[in-house]
C-alpha cells in the first residue's frame, strides 16, 4: 500500500463551514464529548487534565481572557468576560477592573470584587496543591475597592500582567470563604459547584460522566448546545470507537492510523490544528546518581551536538505520525506568538558523529557494534513514560538510531508516577520529555531556567543552565514593548538550541473528529471549547434523538 | 511399598514439547531479522504477510517472524521461572502447613485463603504501576509470588493423605527425622502432584504475562514477546490481524499443550 | 452443623482481616505519590505538597496509620478518596450496583451454559459433537481474555454495529422499560466476555465429573432400581455438581481480576474500573476500600458454595 500523506487527505476535505451560518435559533442540540480522561478536579484553581481545563472555563468565567491571535503580551490582545473594563496605575503596578453588572452566579448572587478577592486566596493555599500558583507569582495582591471594582496589584511591571490576571478565575466567596483552609477539595462546592461560566453542572458520575447545561440568562447570552456530557472510556481506542458509532460527537486528538480510519465513517468530520504540546530528549547535565557532579558524558557539549546528529528526525516523525507532525524547533510550538522559523536546527549527519565520538576515545566496539572506550560500553538510559504510546514509539526508534552510531540506548519505561518522580529527581541519562505550552512564554523560567534565579529552574529536569538564556528570558518578560519581548525571547531560543540543551524531536499536529451535523466557528487551538457557546446544528443534517430540547432542567 | 501407577504422557505430546524446546532455543539463530531492528519505519510499517515478512511487520517495521521466534524465549522462559516459584513457595506453605501444628496450619491456611481472595490481577499492577516495567527475572518473581496459592493447597491435601498412609506412619514411628522425612519420603511420593501444579502454574503465566502487556506492563520494551506483540496491534485487532492472530495461536496452543501434560499426569489419557 | 457453619464464618473473619492488613501494607510499601499530578503537569512546591500530605493524614508513620485505619474501617468509616473527591464509601456504593450486575449477570450465565452443557457432554462422552465442544472449550480457556473483550467491541460492536460500543447507558437514551432494555443491550457483550472462559470451566468440570459418577455405584443402583434413566441422571448430576460448586467458589475471586479488564475495555461503570485507576493514582483508601468489599464478596461466595456443596454431597460433612 503506497502511503498517501496524511495531511494532503485532510486538505481534501470540505473546509470548515464559514462563520457567518452561525445565526440559528437557539437551542443547539447536545455536545457528547468523548475523553479517556476523568475532568476530576475542575474547578479553575485546582484543576490539572486538560479535561478539567475544559470543564472549569464552561463553568467559570474569568476577568478577561486571550483573543483569538494569542498575543499574550501588553493589553491589545484582551477581550473582556466578567469584568467589563479595566484601568491601568500610572506606574503600570496595579490594574483595577470593573465588573459587569450583569454578571451572576448561577444561584443568582452578582458577582462581586469579593469574589476576584476569594479567586487568587483559593489559588494561594497551598493545601490546594494549585497549579495555578506558580502562574501567578507576580501578582502581590488583590483589593476589593468597592462591590463592583477589584485592584490587582502586581510585584513587577512585566509584559505578561494582564495574562496572569487573566488565569485569576473570580470565585463565590459567599459560598467558600466559610471554608477552612485546605477544605475546597474535600467541600460539597466541589461536587456541585456554581459557576459564573455559560455552562452549569447537572449530573456527574465520577470518572465515567459529567453533564452540563445552558445557562439560559447568561450575561453574555445563552449559549447555543443545551447540553454538554462529557462521556468518559478509560481505554482510548473504545473512547474513539464511540465517535466512529454516533454515541459521541468529539474526540479532541485522533492518533495518525485513527485520522485515515474516520474516512470510513461519514459522519465525522476533521479539524486539524495547531498543537501545544512538544516532545523532546532532554539531556541530563548532571550525574544521575549526584545531582552535585557534572554528567560524566553529558556534560560535553560535543557529545549532546553528536547524539543530536545521529538522529534523523524527520524519518522518525514520518514514521510516527505521518505528516501530522512538525519537527521542534526548540522549546516552543508554532501556533505560540513567540515561534521563531528561522532557527536552524542543528542537522541530521551520518559521519559527523563517527568523527566526534572517535576523536573522544570511543573506538572500541563491542560484538554488537556498540562504542567502547577503557573497555566501558558508550551506553545511556533513557527514561520513558510508559501511558505515552508515542514517546514509548519514539524511544524505541532513536534507540535503533542511535544503535547504528554504536550508542546503546537502555530504555527504562515507567508508569505516570514513577516517571515524575525519576524524571523530577533527575534519575536519568536521557528523558524523553514533554512539555504543554500556553501562549504565555513565561513558563520557560521553570522548564529551561536554571534554579541560580529564585523560583525558576522548577520542571527542568536536565539541569541546563545557561546565564545568558536566563538573562534574556528574564528581560524580555520584563519589558513593556510587546515587540522588544518578543526579539529577547527568540534570542534566548538561540542560545538554547546552540547549547544542544536537548534533542528537539516533534511538535505533534492534532487532528479532532467532530460530528458533521454541528456548524463550527474557528476552532481556538489552545481551546476549543472556548467556542462551544457557538456551535449550531446545521439545518439541512439529520438531527439526532439526543438533539431534542430537554425537557425539564 | 507399593508404587503408585505411573502415568505417561504420550508420544506426540512429547515430541511437540521437544519441537517448541528445540525452536526455542534456536529461535534467535532462525529468526531472519534482528528482533528489535526497526528496518524502515516509513515504507514498511505495518506490512502484512508475505514472501519478504512470513509473518507481516508491526507498526515500528519489525519483523513479526523474527520477534515472534525470539519473543518464545522470554514469554516461555518467564512463565518457566514463574511456575518454578510458584512451586517452591507453594510446596514451602503446603508441606509447613500439613506438618506443623493445628494453630500454624490453620494460619497459613488463613493467609493462603486471603491471598486468594485478593483479585491477582491488581496485586501486580500495585507493584508494576509503581516501579514500572520489571526485569524479566523481576516479572517471573512476582507472577510467581502471585501465583502459588493453588499449589500449596493441593500439596498440603495431598500431603495429609500420604501422612496417614501405613508406609509415611511406619516411618514417623520409627523416628526418621522430620527433614528426611520431607526429603526421602514426602517429596518423592508428592511428584506427580507437583508436576500437575507446576504445569497448572504454567498454563496460567502465559497469559497472564500477554495480558500486563496489552496494558503496558510485561516484558519490556524492545524485548519482544508473544504478549508485547499483540500488543503492538494498539486494540485494532482486524486491520491488524497478523500481529495477533500467530502469536494468540502461540499462547493458546503452548497452553493446550500444558494442559493435556498435565491431564495426562493426573488420568493417563485424556478425556 | 451450626458449629462448623460458625467456624466457617471465624475463618472467613480471619481472612478479610489479612487481606486488609496485606493490602493496607502493600500499596504503603509499592513506590508512588498519591498527589502526582498528570504525566506533564506542573511539579508541586514542596510546601503544597507537605500541606496536602498531612491533610490526609499521610505524613504520620505508616503504623499509625495502620491503627488509625483499622480504627475507621471498625466504626464504618472508609476514609476520603482523594483522586475522585468523595468519600470512599460514597464511590463504592455508586459503582458496586454495575459491578454486581455484570458478575451476577455473567455468572448466571457461565453455570447456565455451562453446567447443563457439561452434564450432557459427560452423559454422552462418547458424542462426537461432546467432543468438538470440549475443543472448543479448551481454547476458549486459553485465549487471553483481554483478546476475547477487545475482539467483542471490534466485531459486533464496531463492525456489525449489532451492539453499543461502551458504557452502561445511552448517553440521553430512553428511560423506564425502555432504559432497562437499554443497559440489557449494553450488558450483553461485557457479560459474555466474563461469562465465556467462566462457563467453559464448568462444563468441562461438569463434564468429567458426570463422566465418573455415571459408572458410579449408586447411580447403577439407581438405574436397577426402576430402570428409570431420567431418576439416574438427577442422582449422577446432583452428586456432580460438588467440583462445579467448589470452583464457583473460587470463581469470584477471579471474577474480580476478570472485571478490572472488562470493565476498561467496554467503559462500564463498575468497581474493577474504580480499582485499577484507584491503583495508578495511588487512592490508598480507595484500593483498601475496595478490595475490603471485594474480599467479603469473596468470602460470602466460598462460604454459599461450601453450604451448597453439603447440600450436593452429604459425605462432606462426615469428613470435617
Not at chain 3, 111 to 131: C, K, N, S, T, Y
Request: charged fraction near 20%; charge should be positive.
Amino acid at each position: 500500500m503506497t502511503r498517501r500523506s496524511l495531511r494532503a487527505l485532510l486538505l481534501a476535505l470540505p473546509l470548515l463551514t464559514a462563520c457567518d451560518r452561525l445565526r440559528g435559533p437557539a437551542g443547539a442540540g447536545t455536545v457528547i464529548v468523548s475523553t479517556a480522561a476523568d475532568p476530576d478536579p475542575f474547578l479553575p484553581p485546582t484543576r490539572t487534565s486538560v479535561t478539567g481545563r475544559m470543564v472549569s472555563e464552561l463553568l467559570f468565567d474569568p476577568l478577561v481572557e486571550i483573543g483569538a491571535d494569542l498575543n499574550p503580551f501588553g493589553e491589545a490582545g484582551f477581550v473582556p468576560r466578567l469584568a467589563a473594563s479595566w484601568r491601568w496605575s500610572p506606574d503600570s503596578l496595579a490594574v483595577t477592573f470593573t465588573l459587569d453588572p450583569k454578571a451572576r452566579w448561577h444561584d443568582g448572587t452578582s458577582v462581586t470584587a469579593r469574589d476576584v478577592v476569594t479567586g487568587l486566596a483559593l489559588i494561594r493555599d497551598p493545601a490546594n496543591g494549585s497549579p495555578v500558583a506558580g502562574e501567578v507569582v507576580d501578582i502581590d495582591s488583590i483589593v476589593a475597592v468597592d462591590a463592583r471594582t477589584a485592584r490587582v496589584h502586581f510585584h513587577e511591571r512585566s509584559a505578561e500582567q494582564l495574562y496572569s490576571a487573566s488565569l485569576v478565575y473570580p470565585m463565590p466567596s459567599h459560598l467558600l470563604d466559610s471554608l477552612p483552609a485546605g477544605g475546597l477539595a474535600t467541600s460539597a462546592f466541589a461536587q456541585r459547584p456554581v459557576g459564573s461560566g455559560p455552562y452549569r453542572l447537572v449530573e456527574r458520575e465520577p470518572k465515567v460522566r459529567l453533564v452540563l447545561g445552558a445557562v439560559e440568562d447568561h450575561y453574555r447570552g445563552r449559549p447555543g448546545p443545551d447540553r454538554i456530557a462529557l462521556t468518559i472510556s478509560p481505554d482510548p481506542a473504545t473512547g474513539i470507537a464511540k465517535v466512529w458509532a454516533e454515541e459521541a460527537d468529539v474526540w479532541e486528538l485522533l492518533p495518525p492510523p485513527d485520522v485515515t480510519a474516520a474516512t470510513a465513517y461519514p459522519q465525522v468530520r476533521l479539524v486539524p490544528y495547531n498543537g501545544w504540546d512538544y516532545t523532546f530528549v532532554a539531556f541530563n547535565f548532571r550525574a544521575p546518581n549526584d545531582t552535585a557532579a557534572a554528567h560524566p558524558l553529558l556534560a560535553d557539549p560535543a557529545v549532546r551536538v553528536a547524539l543530536t546528529q545521529a538522529l534523523d528526525r524527520t524519518g522518525l516523525i514520518r514514521a510516527l505520525f505521518d505528516s501530522l507532525a512538525h519537527p521542534l524547533l526548540g522549546p516552543f510550538v508554532r501556533a505560540q506568538f513567540t515561534a521563531d522559523t528561522t532557527i536552524a536546527p542543528i542537522p541530521f549527519d551520518t559521519l559527523a558523529p563517527a568523527r566526534t565520538l572517535d576523536s573522544l576515545g570511543w573506538t572500541g566496539r563491542t560484538r554488537d557494534g556498540i562504542r567502547l572506550r577503557d573497555g566501558r560500553p558508550l551506553r545511556l538510559r533513557a527514561l520513558v513514560p510508559a501511558p505515552s504510546a508515542n514517546r514509548v514509539r519514539a524511544a524505541v526508534l532513536v534507540q535503533e538510531q542511535w544503535r547504528r552510531a554504536g550508542v546503546d540506548l537502555v530504555i527504562d519505561k515507567r508508569e505516570a508516577q514513577a516517571f515524575g518522580a525519576a524524571r523530577d529527581g533527575g534519575d536519568f541519562d536521557v528523558v524523553f520529555g514533554g512539555w504543554g505550552t500556553t501562549p504565555s512564554v513565561r513558563g520557560l523560567r521553570s522548564t529551561w531556567g536554571s534554579g541560580a534565579r529564585a523560583g525558576w529552574g522548577r520542571q527542568n529536569s536536565g539541569r541546563y543552565a545557561s546565564a545568558i538564556f536566563d538573562s534574556l528570558v528574564a528581560d524580555g518578560l520584563a519589558s513593556a514593548d510587546p515587540v522588544v519581548t518578543r526579539d529577547r525571547i527568540r534570542a534566548a531560543y538561540r542560545v538554547i538550541v546552540a547549547d544542544a540543551a536537548a534533542v528537539w524531536l516533534y511538535e505533534p499536529m492534532p487532528v479532532a473528529a467532530v460530528h458533521r451535523r454541528f456548524l463550527l466557528p474557528t476552532w481556538r487551538p489552545e481551546a476549543w471549547w472556548r467556542t462551544l457557546p457557538s456551535w449550531r446544528l446545521d439545518p439541512e443534517a439529520p438531527a439526532l434523538a439526543r438533539d431534542a430540547r430537554p425537557t425539564a432542567p | 511399598m507399593t508404587r503408585p501407577q505411573r502415568h505417561r504422557v504420550d508420544a506426540t505430546t512429547l515430541l511437540t514439547v521437544g519441537g517448541i524446546v528445540a525452536l526455542t532455543l534456536a529461535g534467535p539463530a532462525l529468526a531472519p531479522y534482528a528482533p528489535t531492528e526497526a528496518l524502515d519505519p516509513q515504507r514498511l510499517a505495518w506490512q502484512p504477510p508475505s514472501a519478504q515478512f512470513l509473518l507481516g511487520t508491526d507498526g515500528f517495521s519489525r519483523d513479526v517472524l523474527s520477534r515472534f521466534l525470539v519473543g518464545a524465549r522470554h514469554t516461555l522462559g518467564v512463565a518457566l521461572l514463574a511456575a518454578g516459584v510458584a512451586l517452591v513457595l507453594g510446596t514451602a506453605v503446603g508441606l509447613g502447613a500439613a506438618l506443623a501444628g493445628r494453630w500454624r496450619e490453620s494460619f497459613l491456611m488463613r493467609c493462603t485463603d486471603a491471598l486468594l481472595a485478593m483479585p491477582r490481577l491488581l496485586v501486580l499492577l500495585l507493584v508494576v504501576t509503581g516501579t514500572g516495567a520489571l526485569r524479566l527475572d523481576a516479572l517471573a518473581l512476582v507472577l510467581g509470588a502471585t501465583g502459588w496459592m493453588t499449589t500449596a493447597r493441593l500439596v498440603r491435601q495431598e500431603t495429609r493423605r500420604l501422612l496417614a498412609t501405613d508406609a509415611l506412619r511406619g516411618a514417623i514411628v520409627l523416628g526418621v527425622p522430620p527433614a528426611r522425612l520431607v526429603t526421602h519420603h514426602l517429596l518423592p511420593a508428592l511428584a506427580p502432584t507437583l508436576a500437575v501444579a507446576a504445569t497448572g502454574a504454567f498454563a496460567s503465566a502465559v497469559p497472564l504475562e500477554s495480558g500486563l502487556s496489552y496494558l503496558g506492563l510485561g516484558v519490556p520494551t524492545p524485548l519482544p514477546s508473544w504478549g508485547n506483540i499483540i500488543a503492538e496491534a494498539e486494540g485494532d485487532l482486524l486491520r491488524r490481524w497478523w500481529v495477533v492472530v500467530f502469536p494468540t495461536a502461540a499462547i493458546v496452543g503452548t497452553v493446550l499443550l500444558a494442559n493435556r501434560v498435565a491431564e495426562r499426569l493426573t488420568h493417563g489419557d485424556a478425556p | 452443623m451450626r458449629r462448623a457453619l460458625l467456624a466457617r464464618l471465624g475463618h472467613g473473619a480471619i481472612v478479610i482481616a489479612l487481606v486488609v492488613s496485606a493490602c493496607f501494607t502493600l500499596i504503603r510499601l509499592a513506590p508512588g505519590d498519591p498527589f502526582f499530578r498528570d504525566l506533564d503537569a506542573a511539579r508541586l512546591t514542596t510546601a503544597q505538597r507537605e500541606a496536602q500530605r498531612a491533610a490526609f493524614g499521610y505524613d504520620r508513620p505508616i503504623p499509625e496509620q495502620f491503627v488509625r485505619y483499622v480504627g475507621q474501617v471498625a466504626s464504618g468509616e472508609l476514609g476520603w478518596s482523594h483522586s475522585r473527591s468523595q468519600p470512599v464509601a460514597d464511590a463504592l456504593a455508586a459503582t458496586l450496583p454495575a459491578t454486581l450486575l455484570l458478575i451476577t449477570v455473567a455468572t448466571l450465565l457461565a453455570f447456565g451454559i455451562g453446567v447443563p452443557l457439561g452434564a450432557w457432554m459427560g452423559w454422552h462422552a462418547e458424542h462426537p459433537l461432546a467432543r468438538a465442544v470440549d475443543r472448543v472449550a479448551v481454547i476458549v480457556l486459553a485465549v487471553p481474555d483481554y483478546l476475547l473483550a477487545l475482539l467483542a467491541v471490534m466485531g459486533p460492536a464496531l463492525a456489525w454495529g449489532l451492539f453499543p460500543i461502551g458504557g452502561m447507558r445511552t448517553e440521553f437514551g430512553p428511560r423506564g422499560l425502555g432504559g432497562l432494555l437499554d443497559v440489557v443491550h449494553h450488558l450483553a457483550l461485557p457479560a459474555l466476555a466474563l461469562a465465556l472462559p467462566v462457563a467453559a470451566t464448568a462444563a468441562r468440570l461438569q463434564c468429567a465429573a458426570m463422566r465418573a459418577t455415571r459408572d458410579h455405584a449408586f447411580v447403577r443402583t439407581a438405574r436397577a432400581k426402576g430402570g428409570d434413566d431420567r431418576l439416574a441422571r438427577r442422582h449422577a448430576l446432583r452428586a456432580a455438581l460438588v467440583p462445579v460448586l467448589s470452583f464457583a467458589g473460587v470463581h469470584l475471586a477471579v471474577a474480580v481480576s476478570g472485571v478490572v479488564v472488562i470493565e476498561r475495555i467496554f467503559a462500564w461503570p463498575g468497581m474493577g474500573r474504580l480499582l485499577f485507576e484507584g491503583v495508578l493514582a495511588r487512592d490508598y483508601p480507595l484500593v483498601a476500600g475496595g478490595v475490603l468489599v471485594a474480599s467479603i464478596g469473596t468470602v460470602l461466595g466460598t462460604l454459599l458454595a461450601d453450604l451448597a456443596l453439603r447440600w450436593a454431597d452429604p459425605r462432606q460433612q462426615a469428613l470435617r
